[in-house]
């Protein structure tokens, strides 16, 4: 589904360069759940930037799900953000003045979907996610926790085959993050969707199948993750009422 391969990129700020990813390889898995973990400046957003087409490499190649993103064109790049990946943020990126049934419909208004379509599989993501009484809400009349899931709702409702959340708990109390992975945890069991998280927290990096380790944009260490129990447990010492 993702390979990686010797993949650098270097960032230029003044008179430094930074190593954002140095000779990076790696394979993700159809219907894994994969912990990207790391210090700050380790190259862990800039790896999820790369994965989800956001940004190209200087070198190395990288595939998804059998498209080259290093060799492909901007419009083929729009494309497969829109309809093969699914972003969810630490700051839930969501447009204040909208319901949150419009912010999930905003990635069907760009991929041309027509309006009575929208609003259906935009209220079915919605429903997906437990939201279903906050869907004419604006993002200020909503918890933290809440905004999170309009994001997750959003980032599904193409029915993506891959979600790549950055810090998704990371403005979150714990237990209100143990929601977030809970959403995560279902869309991956019941849905067969890729979830590619990137955390600084350690305990959310425990619940993968895989977790990866970065640092100096070099991987330090790829292990086997918990996985199903890990997360079983996780969502049973955090469970709050939704």
């Known amino acids: 589904m993702i390979t990686l391969k010797n993949a650098y990129k270097v960032y230029t700020m003044g008179d430094e360069k930074i190593q954002a990813l140095d000779?990076?390889?790696?394979?993700?898995?159809?219907?894994?759940?994969?912990?990207?973990?790391g210090p700050s400046g380790s190259g862990k957003s800039?790896?999820?930037?790369?994965?989800?087409g956001l940004d190209k490499l200087d070198s190395g190649t990288i595939?998804?799900?059998?498209l080259d993103l290093s060799k492909a064109s901007r419009r083929q790049l729009a494309k497969f953000r829109n309809r093969q990946?699914?972003?969810?943020?630490?700051?839930f990126n969501l447009q204040p003045t909208m319901s949150a049934?419009?912010?999930?419909?905003?990635?069907?208004?760009?991929?041309?979907?027509?309006?009575?379509?929208?609003?259906?599989?935009?209220?079915?993501?919605?429903?997906?996610?437990?939201?279903?009484?906050r869907m004419h809400h604006k993002p200020s009349e909503m918890s933290g926790?809440?905004?999170q899931r309009v994001s997750i709702a959003r980032a599904l409702v193409?029915?993506?085959s891959i979600i790549l959340a950055d810090e998704p708990t990371g403005n979150l109390d714990s237990k209100t993050g143990s929601l977030i992975i809970e959403v995560l945890d279902k869309l991956n069991e019941d849905e067969g969707i890729t979830i590619v998280v990137v955390t600084h927290d350690s305990g959310i990096a425990e619940v993968g199948?895989?977790?990866?380790?970065?640092?100096?944009?070099?991987?330090?260490?790829?292990?086997?993750?918990?996985?199903?129990?890990?997360?079983s447990q996780f969502l049973s010492n955090n469970k709050v009422k939704t």
């Open 23 to 37: 000779d990076v390889t790696l394979t993700v898995q159809e219907k894994e759940f994969v912990s990207i973990i």
């Open 158 to 160: 193409n029915k993506p």
């Open 63 to 66: 595939e998804v799900n059998g």
């Open 145 to 147: 926790g809440q905004r």
């Open 85 to 91: 990946i699914g972003f969810v943020f630490q700051s």
């Open 46 to 52: 800039t790896l999820m930037h790369v994965l989800g």
């Open 101 to 133: 049934l419009e912010n999930v419909m905003l990635p069907l208004m760009f991929g041309r979907v027509r309006g009575s379509e929208r609003k259906k599989r935009a209220t079915r993501a919605i429903e997906h996610v437990d939201l279903t009484d």
């Open 209 to 231: 199948d895989r977790i990866i380790t970065l640092h100096d944009g070099k991987i330090k260490e790829d292990k086997k993750g918990a996985g199903k129990s890990k997360r």
